[in-house]
């Protein structure tokens, strides 16, 4: 049994503070509303601090906690584990880990999903995964590009 990692990044024209701040604090904002990401349409994503700080979906029929974080350092890097309640078993738990690199453009963004039981880099999995990810990066570049905050 092996344990595989999927990589997608991205580059945002925004400083990595910004970067960071949309990722986290924003997450609502950009994470998509359908059942591939969702619980519920109408479902909340965030962070939240209670009593250690994790991703959490709040839906109308309670809090359902997505994973918890292991690293916060903003604007630098934020890792976590990763639990995806729809479709999930037990040993499906992963970690992510997104980095935010200052680039001459911007930030380069960039999101390792690991720990998959039995993924094959580059194998139709390992795509499947990669694209999950690649899709809502669309709506956060989205987010990013539309943001008013002035890098402090």
Not at 19 to 38: G, K, M, T
């Amino acid at each position: 049994m092996t344990s595989g990692a999927v990589t997608v990044s991205t580059v945002v024209g925004v400083a990595p503070a910004i970067a960071f701040q949309v990722f986290c604090e924003e997450i609502d904002r950009w994470w998509r509303r359908n059942p591939r990401y969702r619980l519920n349409t109408d479902s909340v994503v965030r962070f939240v601090e209670r009593p250690t700080r994790r991703l959490v979906e709040v839906t109308p029929e309670g809090t359902v906690d997505l994973g918890d974080v292991l690293r916060w350092e903003p604007p630098h890097l934020l890792r976590m584990s990763w639990r995806v309640p729809i479709g999930a078993v037990p040993e499906s738990d992963t970690t992510v880990e997104v980095r935010f690199e200052p680039e001459k453009a911007g930030t380069r963004v960039t999101i390792v999903h690991a720990g998959w039981i039995d993924l094959e880099t580059g194998g139709a999995a390992a795509s499947v995964v990669g694209l999950w990810w690649s899709n809502p990066l669309v709506d956060y570049l989205a987010a990013c590009a539309s943001t008013t905050e002035v890098d402090a």
